[in-house]
């Protein structure tokens, strides 16, 4: 059974760092894209990065751009997504989201990033 | 960025009945090989997006047959032939055709 299952959300300060992972299980993990994508509270969907099986391609929405690096451990099955210099408006639940060629399937459970002082 | 624009962006539905949203893109999202890189998502409350179509006319696996998607290049639409009260939530169309990706509004669905 896929799961993805996301952690490492919390509370900061704007400004601050943190660092989010995606636990992936029953597939094969490095064969795969994967997506981080998140959801302010109440509001719609919005795309924020994309990470090839080899981590060679990982573009970014321009909102997070140079403040969000997103990454992968292929020997761990983890995705990551450290962001910094954190901002009022990067509040949202994040959720990793599977890629298999046109079939973003499988999504997480999600995990709340809340920034504020 | 394609800017994707959903109608409407809410909807009231009667048991039984059909429900139609549709899903405009500000550029063509037809690829050379035919396929249009449009998904469907469905949002229930509480819960995190699933998805119901890809490529703009296949369904994913598990989701029910009144579920169809059809239309190409900056056309799209998403039907639902019988309306029942486990389809309530927000619906999403989003492009994967370029990065970076883009969602719709959402569509919110309520049972009359």
């Known amino acids: 059974e896929v799961q993805l299952v996301e952690s490492g959300g919390g509370l900061v300060q704007p400004g601050g760092s943190l660092r989010l992972s995606c636990a992936a299980s029953?597939?094969?993990?490095?064969?795969?894209?994967m997506h981080w994508v998140r959801q302010a509270p109440g509001k719609g969907l919005v795309w924020v990065s994309r990470i090839s099986p080899d981590a060679t391609s990982t573009p970014y929405a321009d909102s997070v751009k140079g403040r969000f690096t997103i990454s992968r451990d292929n020997a761990q099955n983890i995705l990551y997504l450290h962001l910094n210099s954190l901002r009022p408006e990067d509040t949202a639940v994040y959720y990793c989201?599977?890629?298999?060629?046109?079939?973003?399937?499988?999504w997480g459970q999600g995990t709340l990033v809340t920034v504020s002082s | 960025d394609i800017v994707m624009t959903q109608s409407p962006l809410s909807l009231s539905v009667t048991p039984g009945e059909p429900a139609s949203i549709s899903c405009r893109s500000s550029q063509s999202l037809l690829e050379s090989n035919g396929h249009n890189d449009v998904d469907w998502y469905l949002q229930k409350p509480g819960q995190s997006p699933q998805l119901l179509i890809y490529?703009?006319?296949n369904r994913a696996s598990g989701v029910p047959d009144r579920f169809s998607g059809s239309g190409s290049g900056t056309d799209f639409t998403l039907k639902i032939s019988r309306v029942e009260a486990e389809d309530v939530g927000v619906y999403y169309c989003m492009q994967a055709l370029q990065i970076p990706h883009t969602f719709g509004q959402g569509t919110k669905l309520e049972i009359k």
């Open positions: 490529l703009a006319s």
């Open positions: 029953g597939f094969t993990f490095s064969s795969y894209w």
């Open positions: 989201v599977r890629d298999g060629i046109h079939l973003r399937e499988y």
